[in-house]
């Protein structure tokens, strides 16, 4: 059996290699391949969507920061928040003007207003270059 040292690679019973980090990063590390494997496998990551290829930048997709084809005041059915149970009222309250495209990818639904944080950007350039070598397992 091999020492730990940081950055080596220990074999296992099972004859593959093991990565191995100092101690006061394996959290962050371990916490950062968690958010990968959890929220960077879906379309805005992929870059694709219903066959359709992503407009918005790459970190706006991953981030879910925008419509994933950039449009602009798109709606398309969606949530209706009033209950316009009462006869006579059911199309004047609570009716959604829908103008679908046909492309059949979902239009954004959060504040287009937000804007990220420069950390948001830091986290998501340290993301990248984590999930470049995610399989690698010299690291």
């Not at 066959?51 to 398309?76: A, E, H, M, Q, S």
């Not at 009222?89 to 954004?108: A, T």
Request: charged share 20%; hydrophobic share 30%; glycine share 10%.
């Amino acid at each position: 059996m091999y020492s730990i040292i940081s950055m080596t690679i220990i074999p296992t019973i099972a004859s593959t290699p093991k990565a191995t980090m100092s101690s006061h990063r394996e959290g962050e590390v371990s916490a950062t391949r968690n958010i990968l494997r959890r929220a960077w496998n879906h379309e805005g990551a992929l870059g694709v969507s219903n066959g359709r290829n992503r407009i918005v930048t790459p970190f706006r997709g991953v981030t879910n920061l925008g419509d994933f084809l950039n449009r602009k005041n798109y709606v398309c059915g969606g949530p209706n928040q009033v209950n316009a149970s009462r006869p006579g009222w059911k199309g004047r309250i609570g009716s959604i003007i829908s103008s679908c495209d046909g492309s059949n990818v979902e239009g954004y639904s959060g504040n287009v207003k937000f804007v990220p944080d420069s950390s948001d950007y830091t986290t998501y350039k340290k993301q990248t270059a984590m999930n470049r070598n995610y399989h690698d397992p010299k690291h």
